[in-house]
């Protein structure tokens, strides 16, 4: 038997990864079954994958609960990358106050509960969003005093029961974009830049996910030092993949704006020989076969943690 690999996507986000396409074909080549599957599909069943992994689980923000529910439900009866807890403590942005605490540089954060009116900036642009949030969904920018917007946004998001963030716009975004560092494996893999997104004025974005301008960036020393510090201040090392967003402060140093644990987009397809190495990562997590089985991921190189054992 094969080993088998479920892409976990989303009814909402079918077909929407520019990634899976790669993934995919980068696991076949090692000769394993892959396909994507919907989170919220009642009638997967997960029991049949060796692996499940969080890929373009993209509505999950506005039913963290339900999602939350079925990741455990699925680990209870294969494996899931990145692990459950890791999931459950990067889908809420407020692991941001605990780099802070850990002395990671990150965007300075205000967060308010349901009920507690945050103060807005009086005296520079400020953003406003969601700290459970993806894909830019439900976020606008605000020029100082601005009052309208983005109080009607947190009451909004207070009424559905939401955390919302105020913070600062670093607006080294608009010339010099985000850096987004990804490691794969534990590794810096590669990296990417992505142009600013918030525009002045405008009204959050309803759709599944704002357009990006992206490509290839390799990150600064400082920016690679940033994201490691940030993944080691979460204990967070050494996973199959992990992105750290990183932008500019007004003093050119990088500060965390997000890191993401649960369904990055890892930009694979923009960088050689990153989807065979996502492929490897993955490879590497398969659970080793009983004695007899076929090898799971036969073409998957040899020695490393999870590969199959053979007669
Ligand atoms: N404080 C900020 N300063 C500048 N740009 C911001 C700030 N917060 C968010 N943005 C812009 O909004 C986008 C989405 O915000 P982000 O915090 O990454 O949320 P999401 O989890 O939805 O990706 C970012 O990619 C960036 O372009
Ligand atoms: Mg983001």
Redesign the pocket.
Known sequence: MRSRIALASARAAWGVDPDEGVVLAALRARGVAAEPAAWDDPAVDWAVFDLVVLRSTWDYPERLAAFHAWVDAVASVTRVVNPPAVVRGNTDKRYLARLADAGVPVVPTWFAEPGEDPALPRDEPFVVKPAV????RDAVRAEPGETARPRALIERLHARGRTVMVQPYLDSVDARG?T?VIHLDGVCSHGVR?GP?LVPGAEPLDGLHAPEDLRLRDPRHDERAVAEAALAALDATGLAYARV?LVDDAAGAPRV??V?LTEPSLFLRLAPGAPERFAAALARRLPTREHGDAPGGAAAGSGGPGEAVGD
């Open positions: 949030s993806a894909g830019s985000e987004a992505k997104i967003d704006l997000e993401e």
